[in-house]
C-alpha cells in the first residue's frame, strides 16, 4: 500500500511538473514583446548562448559533466543531438517571429496542430497504422488549414513550421531516448548552434545593432534571463514526464496554446475574422476527436492488462 500510495503522489507531482512546464512555454509570448526593441534574430542568439551558460552552470552544481562525457562516447546518439538543435534553433526562431510580428495567434494554432502533426509522422516516418479516429482528425485539420489559406487569404507558414518542428525533435529526442538527460541533452543542443549564435550577432551588429545594455539596465535584465526562461520549462517537462501518465501529460500539452491564444486574441488584440474562427474550429474538433480516442485506447489497454 505504501508502494501504491508512493507511485499515486509521484503522478500527481508529476502532473503539477508538467501543467507548470505549458503554463510557462503558454506565456512566453509576453516575455518576447516585452523584450522590445530587441529583434527575433538577436533574441534567439541570446538564447542560445545563455542557455548554454545556465545548462554548463547546472552542470557544475549537480557534478553531472560525466553524463555529459559519456554522450561523447555515443557517436550516433551524438549526431541525433545535433539534428534536435537545429531543428529547436528553427522552432524557436519561428516562435520569436510570430510573437514579435503580430502572429500570437498563428503560434498557438502550431502547438494546437502539433499532437496531429505527431501522429502524422507516425504513419510516415514510423510507419505505425493509425486507427479509424485517427485519420478523422488528420482530417479535419487539413480541412482547418485549407479553411484558414482560402478564407484567410494567408499560407500560415509560421503555424506549420512550428508543428512540423517541434513534432520532428519530439521524434529525435524519442529516438534519443533515456541515454540522454534534460540538462545535457539542451547543453549540446545550445552547443551545436553558437556559430549560429556567433552569425546572428555579427548580422545584427552590422545592420540593426546590438541592444543589450542599450535599453536600459530593467531591458538588459529581462534579455539576461533568456537562458533561464529557456531551460527551466524544459527541465519542469522532463520531470513531470518521467512521472506522470502519458495520457496526462498529452492532455496538459493543450494549456500553451490555449493561453498563447487567449493572448493574441484578448491581450494583444490581434484579429479573428470568421475565417479564422471556422479553421481553429476545425482544430478543435481534430483535437476533441484524437484526444477521446487517445482515452478510450489507453482505457482499453488497463482493461486488458
Known sequence: MARAADGQRQQR??????????????????????????????IVAWRIVLSLAFCALLLAVTRSWSRLAAIFRQPRVL???????ALIYVNWQVFIIGALTGHVIE?????????IATVLLAVLVLRERLRPTQWVAIGFAAAAVLVIIVGYGS??????????????????????????????????????LMPV????????????????GAAGWE???????????????????????????????????FVAPILQFIIGAWLLGEPMPLERWIGFGLVWIALIVLTADSLIHAGRRRARG
Open 13 to 42: 507531482l508529476g502532473g503539477v511538473y508538467a501543467f507548470a512546464a505549458y503554463l510557462l512555454w503558454g506565456f512566453l509570448p509576453l516575455y518576447f514583446v516585452l523584450l522590445r526593441p530587441t529583434g527575433p534574430f538577436e
Open 79 to 85: 549526431w541525433l543531438t545535433v539534428l534536435a538543435g
Open 107 to 115: 503560434t498557438s494554432l502550431g502547438y494546437f496542430i502539433n499532437p
Open 155 to 192: 499560407f500560415p507558414w509560421i503555424a506549420l513550421t512550428l508543428a512540423a518542428s517541434f513534432s520532428l525533435y519530439g521524434l529525435v529526442k524519442k529516438r534519443v531516448g533515456p541515454s540522454v538527460d534534460a540538462v545535457s541533452g539542451l547543453t549540446l543542443e545550445s552547443l551545436w
Open 197 to 212: 549564435a556567433g552569425v546572428l550577432f555579427a548580422v545584427v551588429a552590422s545592420t540593426t545593432g546590438l541592444t543589450m
Open 219 to 253: 531591458h538588459a535584465v529581462l534579455l539576461s534571463l533568456a537562458g533561464v526562461i529557456t531551460a527551466v520549462p524544459l527541465l519542469l517537462f522532463a520531470a513531470g514526464a518521467r512521472r506522470a501518465t502519458l495520457t496526462l501529460v498529452g492532455l496538459l500539452q
